[in-house]
């Protein structure tokens, strides 16, 4: 059993794409019924919170991931260039120092390496150390719960109204999907996207087309400033369409090529208020349809689903979310190592990562500034393979987010 890296979890927030935006976009605009502020001329954002929690989860044999506290530093959005905003530089910086942990060891609680240790089954002994931290020698590598990272940077133009480009340190596209299926909210690219928005003759609202980089550094450099260099290189391709039917159906499907891999992504999100049971649900599924050899070892393909309802309550207070999610054992081969591969490191949302799994996500806001939040998800019907390794075999956390962004809405200043 190995030391290593340490240090924290996924984003919070429950915001970009999962059932909670609306909710949260419904808040903000409550604050602040005028939506000219004294910045909105050159300043847009998207997110500006500070988020403190409790993680508990255990791994494959039981034995702690995590147990401690930890805190997230979140701001994104857009310096509008004109005042249209057909010119922005978009930015996204956050604390945490891999690829899909936003959150680190709680600020001010140690200057060294993180105290926190992760387990593995007894057929992978130290490959996890390996694989997690490869050119790393001596102890785990550390969390810097106070530093803060600038993970993306990217200048976009709409030159014509169909059409943007844009160009640097980009977040992924999803589509209607989340990032059960996909890639991590925190995590980042280097490279250019087109988007094409033209309903009337291509069908879609918007096809994307993405060439990016993510070599098996990166995910542990957040720093798009430390990775620039990947503008130059190319290994991630993508193709991404989704269309709104009408208010109730909105869907998306993708292919992308990494590491060789072909993988396809479909998604599909209705709204179901009659049901009384849940306000809406999104569907998703991904086929990963060929088996390259991953640095001399060939991983089978591969194939995953989730399934997710959401509830809001008592005027949108409450927020629920619930659902199942089945992600196949190889999901790893995206982060581009063999080792990580076998031991069950992969870059999609880590709440979630492998395996099969119900999920519960419980959002309490009491007022516009604050929200409180739960989450739960528990692995069923894991392999019996003493090879097998999960992070996540049971995840508990709960904590709180303070939103300054609704601070400065009400302020009247965005």
């Keep these: 059993m190995k030391k290593l890296l340490g240090a924290s979890a996924l984003a919070l927030a429950f915001t970009c794409l999962s059932p909670f935006t609306a909710a949260a976009q419904s808040i903000d605009n ?59 530089i978009g930015f996204r910086a956050s604390s945490g120092r891999y690829f899909n942990w936003a959150y680190s060891t709680a600020m001010g609680a140690h200057f060294g390496p993180s105290d926190e240790t992760i387990f593995v089954g007894p057929g992978t002994g130290g490959l996890i150390y390996q694989a997690l931290s490869q050119g790393v020698t001596g102890d785990a590598p550390e969390s810097r719960g106070w530093n803060f990272y600038m993970r993306e940077l990217y200048f976009s133009a709409t030159p014509v109204k169909p059409v943007t480009v844009e160009f640097g340190g980009l977040g992924f596209e999803r589509g209607v999907a989340s ?50 260099t990947g503008l130059a290189h190319n290994n991630y391709r993508q193709v991404e369409a989704h269309k709104a039917w009408s208010k109730r159906f909105a869907g998306s499907l993708e292919y992308d090529w990494f590491f060789g891999y072909n993988t396809f992504r479909e998604a599909l999100r209705t709204s179901i ?19 390259p050899s991953l640095q001399g070892e060939v991983f089978p393909a591969g194939n ?37 591969t076998i031991v069950g490191f992969s870059l999609n949302g880590d709440a979630y990562q492998i395996g099969k799994r119900p999920f519960v996500r419980l959002n309490y806001t009491p007022h516009p500034f604050v929200t409180f939040f739960g989450f739960y998800t528990h692995e069923v019907d894991a392999p019996t393979d003493p090879t097998y390794n999960a992070f996540n075999r049971q995840n508990i956390q709960g904590g709180l987010t303070i939103n300054f962004k609704a601070m400065l809405n009400k302020a009247g200043l965005l």
């Design 179 to 228: 990032e059960i299926t996909t890639f991590d909210e925190d995590g980042y690219i280097t490279g250019e996207r087109l988007r094409l928005h033209d309903k009337n003759h291509l069908y879609f609202d918007q096809i994307s087309t993405t060439f990016g980089y993510l070599g098996f550094y990166d995910p542990y450099t957040p720093n798009f400033f430390a990775r620039g």
């Design 30 to 88: 409550a604050a602040n019924p005028n939506p000219e502020g004294t910045l909105s001329r050159w300043l847009t954002l998207d997110q500006f919170s500070f988020s403190s929690r409790y993680r508990n989860a255990f791994g494959t044999n039981g034995e702690h991931t995590f147990n401690s506290e930890q805190n997230r530093s979140l701001v994104s959005g857009k310096f509008k260039l004109d005042e249209q905003g057909k010119y922005f």
């Design 304 to 340: 995953g689903w989730s399934v997710a309802f959401d509830k809001n309550l008592q005027h949108k207070k409450w927020q629920l979310e619930a659902g199942y999610a089945d992600i196949d054992r190889y999901y790893g081969v995206y982060s581009g190592s063999r080792l990580g």
């Design 273 to 291: 208020p009659e049901t009384k049971v849940a306000d809406s649900a999104r569907f998703e599924l991904y086929q990963r349809a060929n088996a």
